[in-house]
């Protein structure tokens, strides 16, 4: 792996958490820092500059923020995105990758909507605001999300515990799905239950930017399950065949776009099959 060093700043590297940080000017890229092969991560950390009062990120922030979106959980082809950092603001690119079981790229669109929810959260529990803005900058088309802190802010009792669920284990326990739908809090989007068992991750619309607030409703219901302890299951290939999909919404009369399905316990919808797309045991 080779790196490029800009101006004349120092580079500590930490490669168990797949990032670099560049001290004095300038900025570092990596690839494929992930664990494990074809499991491309990679991270840029440029120079931070005082900003209105001042206020920055900590070294301890910025440490949190790269650590919480390195565990959020990936898809088969590897974790599809890349975080930038500069300034006040977490720059989340999507990474192009192609595969069979995700030809349309949803499936990489849903685990970057997953370490969006990382990165806002870590964000919050450091003391910061966290504002999610989706740009559409066709200039730039990678760019799917970019998580800005304008000011000081306690997180919230609920933040706190869905951010210490990133590094717990997977739950065992069977319980209500229902339970879990509160945890949501992506506009757009609305985490519907089917029935005590499954809840599906419905969006207002079905564009890219649709996906990734799909994928992260869903990863924030994940959280909440683990903090609760139950066993949870997300199942996105289903609810993106058209026929499978069309038949979901008709059946339960459902008003959006279903972007992916989560179950509590044994419970697999019919004919699901192996179409997890990014298990909770998938864990860095």
């Not at 065949?241 to 038949?247: D, F, N, S, V």
């Amino acid at each position: 792996m080779s790196w490029g060093k800009c101006d004349e700043g120092g580079i500590t590297i930490l490669p168990e958490h797949g990032w670099a940080e560049v001290a004095g000017g300038g900025g570092v890229h990596a690839g494929s820092l992930g664990p494990g092969a074809g499991r491309p991560f990679a991270l840029s950390l440029c120079a931070v500059t005082a900003e209105g009062l001042g206020m920055r990120w900590s070294a301890a922030a910025k440490t949190e923020i790269v650590e919480a979106a390195a565990k959020a959980s990936a898809g088969s082809a590897g974790r599809p995105w890349v975080v930038e950092l500069n300034g006040r603001s977490a720059y989340l690119y999507e990474v192009a990758h192609s595969s069979s079981r995700d030809p349309l790229g949803v499936e990489g669109l849903l685990s970057c909507g997953a370490a969006l929810e990382h990165v806002v959260l870590a964000v919050r529990v450091t003391g910061w605001h966290a504002q999610a803005v989706f740009p559409a900058d066709h200039r730039n088309p990678g760019l799917v999300a970019i998580v800005r802190s304008d000011r000081v802010q306690s997180p919230t009792e609920a933040e706190i515990a869905r951010h210490r669920a990133i590094r717990l284990p997977d739950g065992t326990a069977d319980g209500d799905v229902r339970a879990l739908a509160s945890a949501n809090h992506w506009a757009g989007t609305e985490l519907y239950a089917l029935d005590e068992h499954t809840l599906v991750v419905l969006t207002a619309g079905d564009t890219r930017c649709d996906h990734v607030r799909g994928g992260a409703a869903l990863q924030s219901a994940v959280l909440a399950a683990r903090s609760a302890g139950l066993r949870v299951c997300p199942v996105v290939h289903l609810p993106h065949r058209q026929e499978w999909r069309t038949g979901l919404i008709e059946r339960h009369g459902l008003a959006g776009f279903p972007q992916a399905l989560l179950t509590v316990g044994a419970k697999v919808p019919g004919g699901a099959g192996p179409t997890t797309a990014f298990p909770a045991t998938a864990r860095s």
